[in-house]
């Protein structure tokens, strides 16, 4: 193989054919669900950083979107599900609006997030926000601060959401309980403050 020439390592060209990388720790299943799930070839992915420069959640922490890229790739299930990184994206879409593979590592990591979920792997602060949303139809909720600025800027004092049309708030609890969402939010919290108290 032209790739191997020259390589002192006698085994190289058998490594080389080892798709699976020679990382112990890979589940290709995982590489396979993910692109199922978030339909983005990540495999396309050829590690120019592009992604990694237009994120504005890097320069502020060590969440870095080519790693979980590569980590897809390689199929780390593991070292990809249990990241506290896996959280900080923002979900703005500027790296997939800019990576020249035409691929969508935003998806990625919403897939990414999906299986951790299942495992009931989320930081509890997210599933406060669910907590949230199921109470009052906003992750972050209006209050009295933010009413007296919206008057003051000649704004009504609740924006038109569910703030303002509390009639659709049983719409949102009816899709949170479907998906059992809540219930799972519930149940992740209360552990979590058990194990604090
Ligand atoms: S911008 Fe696209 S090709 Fe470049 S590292 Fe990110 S995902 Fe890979
Ligand atoms: S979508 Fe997420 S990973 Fe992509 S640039 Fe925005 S914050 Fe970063």
């Known amino acids: 193989m032209a790739r191997t020439k020259g390589y ?8 080389l054919r080892d798709r699976y990388l020679y990382r112990t720790d890979s589940n290709p299943d995982f590489s396979k669900k993910v692109k199922d799930l978030s339909r983005t070839v990540s495999h396309m992915c050829f590690q120019c950083g592009t992604c990694t420069g237009s994120c504005p ?3 502020r922490s060590s969440y870095r ?4 890229m590569r980590r897809n790739v390689l199929g780390l299930e593991e070292e990809s599900l249990t990241d506290p990184d896996l959280w900080l994206c923002t979900t703005c879409y500027s ?3 800019r990576c020249p593979r035409d691929i969508a590592p935003t998806d990625v990591i919403m897939s990414m997030r999906n299986f951790a979920y299942q495992r009931g792997i989320v930081p509890v602060n997210f599933l406060k926000t669910v907590q949230a949303i199921y109470q009052s139809g906003h992750g972050v909720p209006n209050n009295d601060v933010n009413r007296a600025a919206r008057v003051r800027l000649g704004l009504a004092k609740d ?5 303002s049309h509390p009639e659709y ?5 009816q899709i949170l309980d479907h998906y059992k969402v809540k219930a799972q939010a519930d149940k992740i919290v209360a552990e979590s403050e058990k194990k604090g108290a």
């Open 159 to 163: 924006p038109p959401t569910t703030h």
């Open 169 to 173: 708030l049983p719409g949102i609890r």
């Open 65 to 68: 979107i080519r790693l979980f």
């Open 8 to 15: 002192p390592d006698p085994k190289l060209e058998t490594k």
């Open 95 to 97: 790296c997939t609006d």
């Open 57 to 59: 959640s890097a320069p």
